[in-house]
């Protein structure tokens, strides 16, 4: 899973909940952007209530805290580094599932995917996501 979307590679991330460094990174940033816990905090990895959680669900969990605090999302932008599986024939659905799940437009998502080029994951067995996220505050 990445970006709440079933690649069909045969390997997965690793990860306490479902692996989806996509959403993990998205989270992360839309609870920073407001100063929230993280979602280590939120969700840990210690407690069986998240073991092999869907981030998706994690996701809408974050999204109702940002609201809560008076946040809403106006646009996104993803940058995944990796070098398998090929990302961009996937880029299509994921930007439609994140727009579903943020409640944006797809023009409000943004991805990005990237190879390691000589990186320091360039083990072509890890992957690393970058989000951005702008989130309007109710005054």
Known sequence: ??????????????????????????????LGSLGLPDIGTLFPDD???YKGA????LLTEVLERVRAAGGRPVNVDVVVVCDRPKLQPHVPAIRTR???LLG????????KAKTT????????E??????TVLVRVAS
């Not at 944006?104 to 991805?111: R, S």
């Not at 890890?126 to 989000?131: C, G, L, Q, R």
């Open 1 to 30: 899973m990445l970006g709440g979307v079933d690649l069909g590679f045969e390997r997965g991330l690793a990860g306490h909940s479902d692996g989806d460094a996509l959403l993990h990174a998205l989270s992360d940033a839309l």
């Open 47 to 49: 407690d069986p209530n």
């Open 54 to 57: 869907d981030s998706a669900r």
């Open 98 to 100: 994140l727009a579903g």
């Open 104 to 111: 944006l437009a797809p023009d409000a998502v943004g991805i």
């Open 117 to 124: 080029e000589g990186t320091a994951i360039a083990d072509r």
């Open 126 to 131: 890890s992957i690393a996501v970058m989000a």
